[in-house]
Nanobody, 121 residues
């Protein structure tokens, strides 16, 4: 029943910043993981960041220290603040949700339509 809709993508030069937003409906914090994936043309989707059942934020190594995931429960909006962007961050970014399997384990099963992020040198 979870529905996700991303926004905030665009084009930016390396070193710049973007803030992605994801409008969330049907999300139950205690029952679902929420996070972000990204996909480069010709490659599979890869996990970027998420908030797991233990409530902790986690990130893939390549974005640690640069990206920040947050969830505004009052606004029902998930954010991904992306700073110090690199060309290799260029991808379609998807808001994602999934079932909690453990404190740090999620079964991701729902994605939004995606928002394109393009970082130029």
């Amino acid at each position: 029943q979870v529905q996700l809709q991303e926004s905030g993508g665009g084009s930016v030069q390396g070193g710049g910043s973007l803030r992605l937003s994801c409008a969330v409906s049907g999300y139950t914090e205690r029952a679902y993981c929420i996070g972000w994936y990204r996909q480069v043309l010709g490659k599979s989707r890869q996990w970027v960041a998420g908030i797991a059942g233990d409530g902790m934020s986690r990130y893939t190594d390549s974005v640690k220290g640069r990206f920040t995931i947050s969830l505004d429960n009052a606004e029902n909006t998930l954010y991904l603040q992306m700073n110090s962007l690199k060309v290799e961050d260029t991808a379609m970014y998807y808001c994602a949700a999934g079932q909690i399997r453990g404190p740090a384990s999620c079964a991701w099963d729902t994605w939004g339509r995606g928002t394109q992020v393009t970082v130029s040198s």
